[in-house]
């Protein structure tokens, strides 16, 4: 055996071990829900207000025609005294997104609500820079944020509120739900990792008493937290997550309240699902980059600098992933050609414990969420196979962040989407530009398909399930995005209500 096949399976191996640490911590996360399941904030009911505080209600959008009408009666529709209540809508825009936001507002002006129309002819920070704007005019002791495809309930300020009666509270953040779930299979797949972040990850962190992260909308904010901490910074793409931790160890304490359910709209296109995780993994690691070192020389609990660490590394396992996915063929061939096919079980416990840590922390997500999870659980399969399919994407999101490679805050489309609405096939600015990452994903899935004809032909019947699945998730994200973006694939089930400017 020579000493390249030997450093290959010694690389293999150790990145597979990094890789099941992560995978530990999952099981970690779901025993932690579990745990403190039956725990909850203590203030829950708004007769335990002594003074309702004064509230502005930020609205960040950027060229949203399709939903800023619709956001704007749901948030003026909130049941909230009057002379207590601000709303601003923070418009970016430059379609007639202007003129649908200006008219909307004048409406509701007219019928009494405080609601202003800022525009900024400069998109300075991005949504940063529009919600630090709207902060500096804010009448509002809190300050409570929706962005474009959110529709909150109209009890939303009086289940929340109340919270913030304990002075040491900065920041309420409020679990979201899905319009669109079941819209299609990207949108299904979508819904279960966001059940999994919100009813098992943040759920587990809040409880236990670690860190966790506001999530950019469908939360309130102290104002004087806000300022406290430094206010908000945009030289990261997450500045929901830098805020966040920036707030908690400046002392202020963060609640979640997962019973307070805040709908929004998932993305229906499996290219705009991938621009949102790049940025979001690109922003994560921008934020680990400028604040893990400042966390681990705090004097925190060492408990609570373990869980930052992992929650801030997380999006690197992408870059052990997909480069896990280049060693795994080759360390499949060598111990097959080699002869050391009892090897191959070496991997097994390390394959069937990252698999199973993740199948066992979406089921308590889809347990917990309460509604038909045993049916919902079926969509698990392509789940795991977009996952891995994300690799090559947020991977290059990962190495963007590490080089300081600067990209702007592009937004993620959204449709309005509503059941029998008429279909629309996307145009303009909307259609996803053409990458060479779909080309790559698509080259994975054939060397997958390969190496998954390879164990049968040599009865590795250990591996095959694995190469199976790498090779649907990888063909699935690779050949969705690439028929997206050459306009061949047009959702039928995307839909929208229509605006029309006179």
């Avoid at 290059?396 to 592009?410: Q, Y």
Wanted: glycine share 6%; hydrophobic share 45%; net charge positive.
């Amino acid at each position: 055996m020579m000493i390249g096949d030997v450093a290959l399976l010694v690389l293999h191996f150790t990145v597979l071990s990094i890789l099941s640490v992560y995978g530990l911590h999952r099981y970690h996360l779901a025993w932690l829900s579990l745990r403190h399941r039956n725990s909850a904030p203590t203030i829950q009911s708004d007769q335990s207000v002594s003074k309702w505080p004064k509230v502005t209600i930020q609205l960040p959008v950027f060229n949203e025609r399709y939903v800023v009408e619709r956001l704007i009666d749901a948030v003026c529709e909130i049941e909230y005294p009057t002379d207590l209540l601000e709303i601003q809508l923070l418009d970016d825009s430059t379609d007639d997104t202007q003129i649908i936001a200006l008219k909307c507002c004048e409406k509701w002006r007219d019928l009494g609500k405080d609601i202003h129309y800022i525009h900024r002819t400069e998109r300075i920070g991005f949504k940063a820079g529009a919600l630090e704007a709207g902060t500096a005019n804010a009448f509002g002791e809190i300050i409570v944020v929706f962005d474009a495809d959110f529709l909150p309930a109209t009890d939303f300020l009086k289940r929340v509120i109340p919270h913030f009666e304990n002075p040491n509270v900065g920041m309420v953040q409020t679990r979201w739900a899905h319009i669109n779930r079941m819209q299609n299979q990207t949108t299904k797949a979508q819904a279960i990792l966001l059940d999994g972040h919100f009813l098992v990850e943040h759920f587990a962190r809040s409880r236990a008493g670690k860190f966790f992260n506001f999530n950019g909308t469908a939360g309130a904010w102290r104002k004087t937290a806000i300022i406290d901490s430094g206010g908000w910074h945009h030289e990261t793409l997450t500045e929901d997550l830098d805020l966040s931790y920036r707030a908690q160890l400046n002392g202020w304490t963060f609640i979640y309240l997962d019973d307070v359910v805040t709908p929004a709209e998932l993305p229906s296109g499996l290219s705009a699902f991938k621009t949102q995780q790049h940025r979001w993994a690109k922003g994560s690691i921008q934020v680990c980059i400028k604040l893990l070192p400042t966390i681990l020389r705090s004097s925190i609990p060492w408990r609570v600098k373990l869980e930052a660490f992992i929650h801030l590394t997380n999006n690197f396992a992408y870059v052990l992933m997909l480069f896990m996915s280049l060693l795994m063929p080759m360390a499949l061939h060598i111990r097959v050609s080699q002869g050391w096919h009892y090897a191959l079980y070496l991997d097994l416990p390390v394959f069937l414990g990252a698999t199973i840590s993740i199948i066992c922390f979406y089921v308590i997500g889809q347990i917990r969420s309460g509604e038909r999870w045993l049916k919902r659980c079926l969509d698990l399969p392509i789940t795991l196979a977009i996952g891995i399919g994300l690799s090559v994407n947020n991977t290059v999101a990962v190495l963007e962040a590490c080089i300081g490679h600067k990209t702007p805050f592009v937004r993620t489309p959204k449709y309005a989407y509503s059941a029998g609405a008429k279909t629309l096939v996307k145009k303009g600015s909307d259609r996803n530009k053409l990458s060479l990452i779909p080309f790559i994903e698509i080259g994975f899935a054939f060397i997958y398909s390969y190496s998954a004809m390879y164990c049968i032909l040599n009865q590795v019947w250990t591996a095959l399930p694995f190469m199976f699945l790498f090779a649907w998730g990888y063909g699935y994200v690779g050949v969705c995005s690439l028929l997206e973006s050459i306009g061949l694939k047009k959702n039928s089930k995307q839909t929208i209500h229509s605006q029309r400017i006179a």
